[in-house]
T-cell receptor
Framework: QQQVKQSPQSLIVQKGGISIINCAYENTAFDYFPWYQQFPGKGPALLIAIRPDVSEKKEGRFTISFNKSAKQFSLHIMDSQPGDSATYFCAAMVMNDMRFGAGTRLTVKP | DGGITQSPKYLFRKEGQNVTLSCEQNLNHDAMYWYRQDPGQGLRLIYYSQIVNDFQKGDIAEGYSVSREKKESFPLTVTSAQKNPTAFYLC????????????FGSGTRLTVV
């Protein structure tokens, strides 16, 4: 049972473009929504996170948009750079239970 | 620097053997977790522990065992009962469950030969 659905599975963007990754969740009890960035052979690292009482959070080139009524949230990467090429995971958490999306492999072409 | 150390980075195991993956953290985090990562399947929870001497099964605990004798350490044993153990294993920790999110180690890639 997949509680967090992530799309697309892979994404190719030109340098300077906008990368958008979408996630949808089912459990309305989730109260913390992080995004993780993972480079090959490394563990995921927390990129940005949001709580459901906020509709948007921005940190540098990274923005989370959150739609509580639709149970959806998305990651926008502005001015995408080749160094952003990695796998991105969304997640949803409540108490000690964190559920991850299946991941999106982002490739930014120079 | 505080962090999570997983060792070894690469591990090869013969079929029928048990193998133990190490996870040590110096973040003074209370909770620790083990995840398995397979291509296209995201991260699946194997076991987690919120306090010393206590741990709970995750979604795919069959064929795995853990111990939590010290706050800093949460080793994972992959037993011969695990039918498809080849995967990338990630250890994570959090200060308070549900509050700060997770810090991950760099992972151990286990290959059965």
């Amino acid at each position: 049972q997949q509680q967090v659905k992530q799309s697309p599975q892979s994404l190719i963007v030109q340098k300077g473009g906008i990368s958008i990754i979408n996630c949808a969740y089912e459990n309305t009890a989730f109260d913390y929504f992080p995004w993780y960035q993972q480079f090959p052979g490394k563990g995921p690292a927390l990129l940005i996170a949001i709580r459901p009482d906020v509709s948007e959070k921005k940190e540098g080139r990274f923005t989370i948009s959150f739609n509580k009524s639709a149970k959806q949230f998305s990651l926008h990467i502005m001015d995408s750079q080749p160094g952003d090429s990695a796998t991105y995971f969304c997640a949803a958490m409540v108490m000690n239970d964190m559920r991850f999306g299946a991941g999106t492999r982002l490739t930014v072409k120079p | 620097d505080g962090g999570i150390t997983q060792s070894p980075k690469y591990l090869f195991r013969k079929e029928g053997q048990n193998v133990t993956l190490s996870c040590e953290q110096n973040l003074n985090h209370d909770a620790m977790y083990w995840y398995r990562q397979d291509p296209g399947q995201g991260l699946r929870l194997i076991y987690y522990s919120q306090i010393v001497n206590d741990f709970q099964k995750g979604d795919i605990a069959e064929g795995y065992s853990v111990s939590r004798e010290k706050k800093e350490s949460f080793p994972l044993t992959v037993t011969s009962a695990q039918k498809n153990p080849t995967a990338f294993y990630l250890c994570a920790s959090s200060k308070q469950t549900g509050v700060y999110g997770y810090t991950f180690g760099s992972g151990t890639r286990l290959t059965v030969v």
